[in-house]
C-alpha cells in the first residue's frame, strides 16, 4: 500500500512538472527565435534566456518524461542505446542549467556595474562573444560526462561493481574506485564554481538595488523613469530565478548528504531528490514568463491585434 501510494505521488508530481514546463519552455523558445528572425537581433539577457529554455526543456524530456512513465507502473522503457542518450543529455543539460543561470547573473551585474574601465571591458566583451561563452559552457559539460557513453546500460540480470548509481531504468556503473571519484570531483568543482559564482553576482545586484532605493528617496519615484524602472525590474527577475536555483541546489544537496551518512535510505526519498533536481526546469520558465518585458511586450501585442481584427470581423458583420 506504502509503495503504491509513493508511485500515485510521484506520478501526479513529475506529470505536473511536464503539464508545467514542456508548454512554458516551448513558448519562450517560440518567442525569442521569431523575435530572432523578424527583429534581427536579441538582447544578450534573452538570448542567455533562450538557451536557458532549451537546456530545461531538454531536462523535462530526459528525465521527467522517462519519470512519469516508470511511476504508473511501465518498466523497461529505455534499451541501452536510449539509456546512455538520455543519461548523457539529461546530465549535460542539468549542468548547464546551473552554468546558463549563472551566466545569466553574472551579465545582469555587469550591466548594473558603473561604467569604469574595467566594467566598460565586460560590457563591450559579453555581447559579441556569447556564442562563444555558451559554447565554452558546452564544452565544460560535455567533457564532464563521457562514462555516460560508455558505462550506461538499461536495468537487465548482469552483475555490477559497487560504484554503480542504480536508477530507476537504467545503471550508471562506474567500473573502479578512482573513476568514480574523479567524477564525482569533477561535478562537485562545477556545481560549487558556477552556484558560487551566481551567488555573489545577485548579492551585487541585491546591494546595487538596495542602494538605488536610498538615492531615490525623497525623489522622484523610480517607477516614473522608464529605463530604470526596465533596468532594475529585470535585476529583480534574474535574482529571484537565482534564489529558487540555489534554494532547489541546497535541498538536492541536503538529500544527496543525508543518503551517503544512511546505509539504507528509503526510495521515497530518491524520488523527491530526483523530482527537486528536475523542478526548476519547470519554474523557471514561470518565471521568466511573468517578468521578461519582451515576452510580455509580444503577449500585449497579440492581444491588441486580436481586439483589432474581431472589432473589424464584427463591423463588417454588422455592414452586411
Not at 564554481?193 to 531615490?216: D, E, N, P, W
Request: glycine share 4%.
Amino acid at each position: 500500500m506504502e509503495f503504491e501510494v509513493r508511485l500515485i505521488f510521484k506520478a501526479i508530481g513529475f506529470i505536473i512538472l511536464i503539464i508545467i514546463g514542456v508548454p512554458s519552455n516551448v513558448f519562450i523558445l517560440a518567442i525569442f527565435i521569431h523575435t530572432k528572425i523578424t527583429e534581427k537581433k536579441l538582447l544578450p539577457s534573452n538570448a542567455i534566456l533562450t538557451m536557458l529554455a532549451l537546456v530545461n526543456l531538454l531536462v523535462i524530456i530526459t528525465k521527467g518524461i522517462p519519470q512519469a512513465i516508470h511511476s504508473i507502473g511501465i518498466r523497461n522503457i529505455l534499451n541501452d542505446t536510449e539509456c546512455k542518450l538520455f543519461s548523457f543529455m539529461y546530465r549535460i543539460c542539468r549542468g548547464m542549467t546551473i552554468c546558463v543561470t549563472s551566466l545569466l547573473s553574472c551579465n545582469q551585474c555587469v550591466i548594473l556595474a558603473p561604467p569604469s574601465k574595467s566594467w566598460l571591458i565586460l560590457k563591450q566583451k559579453i555581447s559579441p562573444n556569447l556564442p562563444w561563452i555558451m559554447l565554452c559552457l558546452w564544452s565544460i559539460n560535455i567533457a564532464i560526462y563521457p562514462s555516460c557513453l560508455i558505462h550506461v546500460r538499461a536495468i537487465g540480470n548482469y552483475t555490477t561493481s559497487k560504484y554503480t548509481l542504480h536508477l530507476e531504468f537504467c545503471n550508471h556503473d562506474f567500473m573502479t574506485f578512482q573513476s568514480y571519484v574523479a567524477n564525482g570531483i569533477a561535478i562537485a568543482l562545477r556545481d560549487f564554481s558556477f552556484v558560487g559564482s551566481m551567488t555573489l553576482a545577485s548579492c551585487y545586484i541585491v546591494f546595487t538595488l538596495h542602494r538605488h532605493g536610498k538615492q531615490v528617496q525623497g525623489m522622484r519615484s523610480s517607477d516614473k523613469n522608464p529605463g530604470k524602472s526596465v533596468e532594475y525590474k529585470a535585476s529583480r527577475a534574474v535574482v529571484l530565478l537565482v534564489t529558487i536555483y540555489v534554494a532547489l541546489f541546497g535541498l538536492d544537496s541536503c538529500i544527496w548528504i543525508y543518503t551517503l551518512i544512511v546505509s539504507r535510505v528509503s526510495p521515497a526519498i530518491s524520488d523527491a531528490r530526483v523530482f527537486f533536481g528536475t523542478l526548476y526546469a519547470a519554474l523557471s520558465p514561470v518565471v521568466i514568463i511573468k517578468t521578461n518585458k519582451k515576452i510580455k511586450t509580444t503577449l500585449i501585442c497579440n492581444n491588441k491585434k486580436e481586439q483589432i481584427h474581431s472589432t473589424d470581423t464584427t463591423t463588417t458583420d454588422s455592414s452586411e
